[in-house]
């Protein structure tokens, strides 16, 4: 079935070190990838986005890079921050519609 | 506020008792959706709106669960007779876009539901 999983359960980063969050997704019709950031208490916040005629795109210390070959999905984040730390989560969407699917999400510790 | 917001933000309810969770979303927002994240899990769809239409309700897990959104804005999810695997954060989220376009979604904070 359609499933989007996460390789690294837990990363803890030096302040100041870049970040690279890694996620699989198995359905090849995906067409739409988003990274959500989630902090305690707090509903998924959107970082960025990319679709799937694209492999890679650029925000602000955040990279998203997509490897539909191997069907993976990756977050870089420069120069990490204490305010990065979160629950990282990428999501999926088909063509077909609206329906968004999460991977179990990776947290990230930024240590001072 | 320009965000998506949910109320009441706890509810705590005894098991068999009837609930109904509310979302506002972003004005002139389109498409609505419910999901329901377990602890330590990533959220998981429930159900999805393109304005008053609810286009999909796969993802309820029985038919205790209902969502509406009869002017096509706010919308209420009710649980019926709570059973204790109901406890989770009901997650909200709207998009500008509807059909097969291709938009983030914007998430609430969600209602934390515990059934003791």
């Known amino acids: 079935g359609e499933s989007v999983g996460l390789h690294l359960p837990t990363l803890s980063v030096q302040e100041g070190d870049n970040s690279i969050i890694n996620c699989a997704y198995s359905?090849?019709?995906?067409?739409?990838f988003i990274w959500y950031k989630q902090e305690s208490g707090k509903g998924p916040q959107f970082i960025i986005d990319?679709?799937?005629?694209?492999d890679k795109r650029q925000g602000q210390r955040v990279t998203v890079l997509l490897n539909k070959t191997v069907k993976h999905l990756s977050l870089q984040i420069a120069a990490t921050q204490p305010g990065d730390s979160a629950v990282y989560f990428c999501?999926?969407?088909?063509?077909?519609?609206?329906?968004?699917?999460f991977g179990g999400g990776t947290r990230v510790l930024v240590k001072p | 506020g320009a965000g998506v917001s949910q109320s009441p933000r706890y509810k705590v309810a005894k098991r068999g008792q009837d609930v109904a969770l509310r979302c506002d979303p972003i004005?002139?927002?389109?498409?609505l959706f419910w999901y329901q994240q377990a602890l330590g899990q990533g959220p998981e769809f429930l159900t999805y709106?393109?304005?008053?239409?609810?286009?999909?309700k796969s993802g309820l897990p029985s038919d205790r669960f209902f969502a509406e959104r009869p002017e096509g804005s706010v919308s209420t999810l009710k649980i019926q007779r709570t059973q204790q695997e109901d406890s989770a954060v009901y997650l909200c989220?709207?998009?500008?876009?509807?059909?097969?376009?291709?938009?983030?979604?914007?998430f609430g904070n969600g209602t934390r539901l515990t059934v003791t």
């Open positions: 359905n090849s019709a995906s067409d739409y």
């Open positions: 990319i679709r799937s005629n694209m």
């Open positions: 004005s002139g927002h389109v498409s």
């Open positions: 709106f393109q304005n008053e239409a609810q286009l999909d």
């Open positions: 999501a999926e969407m088909g063509a077909a519609g609206n329906k968004l699917t």
């Open positions: 989220a709207s998009s500008l876009v509807s059909g097969t376009g291709m938009a983030p979604l914007h």
